[in-house]
């Protein structure tokens, strides 16, 4: 055997590259060991410098291809000249580890080792890529440029790094199939930076009240949650709480980050009768178990694609600076059921849609937000909280103490 196939996949972290560094961009492999003829139990490591993993040196060397698209016809893709790089050199001496298929019982997928390539807004790559223009890159072959690989620890790999491996002169790695995917994204110049918001949370007093979300709960006078956020940024700013949220999103290899899609209504959002939980956590302050909100989301539900995707305008709220926008969320159907204990309320990061400026100041169309304003996409405003509702579950209910 003088090749041993080794499963390569290709993405960009995200669809714009900013040229002005803000949102940091990348270029993401995913490699696996899914060959049969792969038998060895070892961890396979392998030496990054040189290699496709070595984006602008792979680019520069033929391991990789990129292309242009065409600002008239956007079928069209023109090679783009590589000789313009010049000072591009190999990595240092950074490496992976690929376990071994032997005995897995994960999906291969989940075994995936992920690499992420940075791409330097002020290294040579960056300087020949035009903003405005769209861009793809791909393998240029099967031959992944690994220059030293071998079937051992990733430690022992690192420690032996000045010795020659057997491994690696008697076998290439390559891509064990016709492709690889594809990294492409849109160059911008730069991108809105996105609100500063500030959430806060805590337990506030509370009577019961005739639309409770749950008719089982025992409600005491702390069972609502109050949150509230400020903007902090420099002007007002207009934020989607409800509806399908689009804005640039991190990928891995094959798909989008786990909760990076989450088009669940956010914790700010205006509503009488359903409970906008679904970013909070309850974990056992005994244990640290998160024993509820962790359960596993779909995007939401399925929609038609010729459907209006414009957030109406009763799912949008606008922060005005300096301007604390509060919410009182009843959190019975959250912690209904939970054992005798102490707990602590928690909130995950959520990524929402946002537009400079008032929503009353913008002309709706139709009881929707205009359509210009939603071809864009930008960085997500991020609702996130470090504080911690703490709370006590006593004979079944919330106790006030």
């Known amino acids: 055997m003088n090749e041993l196939r080794i499963h390569t996949q290709i993405h960009s972290r995200y669809q714009v590259f900013d040229a ?17 003829a792969d038998t060895d139990p070892r961890p396979l490591s392998l030496e990054i410098a040189g290699s496709i993993l070595d984006v602008p040196y792979a680019l520069k060397h033929g391991l990789l291809t990129l292309h242009q698209q065409d600002s008239e016809d956007a079928k069209q893709w023109a090679e783009v000249d590589l000789s313009q790089l010049n ?6 001496t950074e490496c992976l580890s690929l376990p071994s298929p032997i005995n897995r019982t994960e999906h291969w997928r989940d075994a995936f080792t992920v690499y992420q390539c940075p791409i330097d807004v002020k290294g040579e790559l960056a300087s020949i890529l035009e903003p405005g223009h769209k861009y793809v890159t791909r393998l240029a072959s099967e031959y992944l440029g690994v220059k030293r690989w071998a079937y ?3 430690q022992q790999f690192v420690d032996d790094d000045t010795k020659p491996s057997h491994d690696s002169e008697a076998v290439k790695l390559v891509n064990s199939k016709a492709t ?16 500063k918001l500030e959430t806060r949370m805590r337990l506030s007093a509370c009577s019961q009240t005739s639309d409770s979300a749950h008719a089982n709960v025992k409600l005491s006078g702390s069972n609502t949650l109050r949150v509230s956020v400020v903007n902090n940024g420099s002007d007002s700013v207009t934020i989607q709480t409800r509806g399908h949220q689009r804005f640039l999103i991190p990928w891995g290899p094959y798909q989008p980050e786990p909760d990076a899609v989450d088009d669940r209504m ?47 305008v009763e799912d949008v709220v606008t922060l005005k600076l300096g301007v604390p926008v509060v919410r009182k969320i009843d959190i019975g159907t959250l912690v209904h059921g939970l054992a005798d204990g102490q707990y602590k309320i928690r909130m995950q990061p959520r990524g929402c849609r946002w537009w400079h400026g008032e929503v009353e100041e913008m002309e709706a169309e139709d009881g929707r937000m205009p ?16 504080d911690e509702a703490e709370l006590r579950i006593r004979d079944g209910a919330l106790s006030d103490n």
């Not at 270029?27 to 060991?33: D, K, Y």
């Not at 000072?87 to 240092?92: D, L, P």
């Not at 690889?180 to 609100?195: D, H, I, Q, R, Y």
């Open 266 to 312: 956010r914790i700010i959002h205006k509503t009488p009768h359903k409970p906008p939980t679904s970013s909070l956590q309850v974990v056992d302050s005994a244990t640290g178990e998160v024993v509820r909100g962790n359960e596993q989301h779909g995007a939401g539900p399925l929609t038609d694609s010729n459907a209006d995707r414009r957030p109406k």
């Open 87 to 92: 000072k591009v050199a190999a990595k240092g």
């Open 371 to 386: 359509a210009h304003l939603c071809r864009s996409i930008v960085p997500p405003a991020i609702l996130d909280s470090q």
């Open 152 to 154: 051992t620890a990733r």
């Open 180 to 195: 690889a995917g594809n990294a492409t994204f849109k160059v911008e110049k730069s991108l809105p930076c996105p609100p």
């Open 20 to 36: 002005s560094g803000q949102l940091p961009f990348s270029i993401v492999f995913g490699l696996g060991r899914r060959s049969p």
